[in-house]
C-alpha cells in the first residue's frame, strides 16, 4: 500500500516482482494512475480514488510552492494529506480484507497499522525514506539543516506529531468500524515502537547507513528497483544521443514549477554556456526545450537513459536519487521540497555532487557554474562510479522476501 507521486510507487513494483517471483500472490494498492506499472511488473492492482497528479496542480497543491520553509509546507501538506486519507480509507479497508499481510509504505503506514489490527493482519514498513527519530540528521521531510544531536530528535519528534494529525481522524473512524478501542495517534505509534514493529527502507546502507540510535526492528535493505522490462529508447531520443557528445539530463520529476517556461529558458541557457547538450525530461512541472542542441522528452525509464548521460540535474527525489547513483554519473540536485533537501545533502557529501541549488533560488549563472564543475572535474565521475558498482552488488529485496517468507511459514 502506498500513496503519493510517481516516486513513492515505482519501487515497490520492483519489490511486488521479487515478492512475486518467491512464490506470493501481490497486490499493488495505490492510485487509478499507476495501474499500468502494476500490470507491467506482473503483479496485482487496487486503486486508490486519489489522483496525485491532480493534487498537486489543484490551487492547494500548488500553494506549497508560497512556503520559503519546510515547516510552512509541511503545515500545508498535513492539510491536503488529511481529506486524502479520508477518501482513501475505505479503499484501503476493503483491498485489504482480501489479504494476509500488509507492506505499508511510510506515507500510509500508520493508517495501514490500524486497518492490519482490526482485521488480525501481520504487517511491516516498506519505507522510502528514513522517517524515524534520531540523534544523526533532521527529519528528512522539513529540508532543514542538522540542529545539533538533541535539536535533530526534537525536530524529529516535532514533525511526528504533526504528521500524526493526517491520520488521527480517519483512524479514529477506522478503529469505531474495526471494533478496536479508542487511542490516539501518538499512544498507537508509540506501541509499535514498543512492539519493535518491523520497517525495512528501500535505500542503500552505503548512501545512509543505519543510525545507530534506531530501535530494534528497523533495518535498511538496499534499494528497491523499479521494474522496467528492456525495451528500446524511443527513435528520436536515439537519434539525437547519437548526434553529439552524452548530453545533460534535466528533469523535475513530479514536482511541479510556478513558471515552467521562464525555468526551462534558463536551463537551456545554463547548458549552452556550459556548451553541454540537454535531454529535458517534460514531467509534472512542463518544462520543454526544442532545438539541435536540446531534446524534450516524457517518461523514459532511468535505468535505460541515465548511463548515457554526462550528468543529471534532478529535484532529488528519492527515486531520481537512487537511479543517478545506480547510473554511477554526477549529479546537480535542485532540491524543491519535502526530503529533497536531505537527499541533496546525502550526494553531496557522498562527493558526487556539487553544493545543492535550491530551486527557489536557482540562477541561470549558478547552474552553469555547477555543469561545468561535474563535467569537467573526474573526480566526481570517479566516486560515482565507485560507488555505482557498491550499490548495485546490494539486494535489497531479499531482506523483505525472507520477512514475508518468515510471516507465511508461521
Not at 500490470?39 to 498537486?56: K, N, Q, R, W, Y
Not at 477518501?87 to 476493503?94: F, G, N, Q, T
Not at 500510509?108 to 504487517?123: K, Q, V
Amino acid at each position: 500500500m502506498t500513496a503519493g507521486s510517481h516516486g513513492d510507487v515505482a519501487p515497490f513494483t520492483g519489490l511486488g516482482h521479487g515478492l512475486a517471483l518467491a512464490g506470493h500472490d501481490v497486490t499493488l494498492v495505490t492510485h487509478a494512475r499507476f495501474a499500468s506499472m502494476a500490470a507491467t511488473a506482473g503483479i496485482g492492482f487496487h486503486a486508490l480514488p486519489v489522483d496525485s497528479h491532480a493534487e498537486l496542480r489543484s490551487p492547494q497543491g500548488r500553494a506549497l510552492h508560497d512556503s520559503a520553509t519546510g515547516a510552512g509546507k509541511l503545515l500545508k501538506l498535513v492539510s491536503m494529506a488529511r481529506r486524502a486519507v479520508a477518501e482513501m480509507a475505505d479503499e484501503l479497508l476493503r483491498a485489504a480484507q482480501s489479504s494476509e499481510v500488509l507492506l505499508l509504505s511510510g506515507s500510509l503506514g500508520p493508517i495501514g497499522h490500524t486497518i492490519a489490527e482490526g482485521l488480525g493482519l501481520a504487517s511491516m514498513g516498506v519505507y522510502l525514506q528514513p522517517l524515524s527519530t534520531t540523534r544523526e540528521f533532521p527529519p528528512p521531510v522539513v529540508g532543514t539543516r542538522s540542529c545539533g544531536t538533541m535539536g535533530n530528535r526534537l525536530a524529529g519528534r516535532a514533525v511526528s506529531a504533526a504528521l500524526e494529525r493526517i491520520f488521527a481522524d480517519t483512524a479514529r473512524d477506522l478503529r469505531s468500524r474495526l471494533g478496536l478501542p479508542p487511542t490516539s495517534s501518538r499512544a498507537a505509534r508509540h506501541a509499535r515502537e514498543r512492539q519493535n514493529w518491523p520497517i525495512h527502507h528501500g535505500f542503500s546502507p552505503l548512501v545512509v547507513p543505519r543510525p545507530r540510535d534506531w530501535r530494534t526492528g528497523l533495518s535498511i535493505s538496499g534499494y528497491w528497483w523499479p521494474h522496467v522490462p528492456p525495451r528500446p529508447l524511443p527513435p528520436q531520443l536515439t537519434d539525437f544521443l547519437a548526434a553529439g557528445p552524452p548530453p545533460v539530463f534535466v528533469g523535475l520529476g513530479s514536482a511541479t514549477v510556478p513558471d515552467p517556461e521562464r525555468l526551462s529558458n534558463a536551463i537551456v541557457h545554463a547548458l549552452r554556456r556550459a556548451g553541454l547538450r540537454g535531454v529535458i525530461q517534460r514531467g509534472w512541472g512542463g518544462l520543454h526545450a526544442e532545438d539541435h542542441d536540446m531534446l524534450t522528452i516524457d517518461e523514459v525509464p532511468h535505468s535505460t537513459l541515465f548511463p548515457k548521460m554526462a550528468a543529471v540535474v534532478h529535484h532529488a527525489g528519492a527515486g531520481t536519487t537512487a537511479a543517478g547513483l545506480r547510473a554511477g554519473i554526477p549529479a546537480i540536485p535542485v532540491p524543491i521540497q519535502f526530503d529533497a533537501a536531505f537527499w541533496s545533502t546525502r550526494l553531496t557529501s557522498l562527493g558526487v555532487a556539487p553544493a545543492p541549488l535550491p530551486l527557489r533560488r536557482i540562477s541561470s549563472a549558478a547552474l552553469t557554474d555547477a555543469l561545468v564543475k561535474v563535467t569537467t572535474d573526474p573526480s566526481y565521475r570517479r566516486r560515482a562510479n565507485d560507488l555505482a558498482g557498491r550499490i548495485r552488488a546490494e539486494d535489497g529485496t531479499q531482506p523483505v522476501v525472507a520477512a514475508v517468507n518468515r510471516i507465511a511459514g508461521g
